[in-house]
């Protein structure tokens, strides 16, 4: 049986720089979150000037973002871990509706491997 009905969940968006990559990663891991996609050196611009998307030294001056499909109920807690990461290092989230198929594959993970 296929499950392709749609389930409206929360995308969860966050760039931060790369030194702070890590941070966000085990906020993530901690959360419980069934998976995440990064994608590194991405360029911009925001408050503090133009981001450049290559790697100019190391990956640890780059802006990465890191993104997550997650129930609703894990937004709240999520927020509230990069709240604090936020007070001391830039970065910033979004968060908005999306429609996925395969309901499944953004359920919690009770042990997350890895």
Known sequence: MSDTSLIMM???EIIVIGE?????EQLL???????F???PNVSGRGHHGIHEGHLLFNDMHT???????VPESLVDP??????????????VVFVSDV??????????????PG
């Open 10 to 12: 929360k995308k969860v």
């Open 20 to 24: 702070d990559l890590h941070l966000v």
């Open 29 to 35: 891991l901690e959360a419980h979150v069934s998976g």
């Open 37 to 39: 996609t990064i994608v």
């Open 63 to 69: 802006l990465d973002l890191l993104f997550t499909v």
């Open 78 to 91: 999520i927020l509230a871990g990069l709240g604090t990461l936020f007070e001391r290092h830039s970065g």
């Open 99 to 112: 429609w996925v198929t395969r309901k499944h594959y953004f359920e919690q993970y009770a042990n997350y």
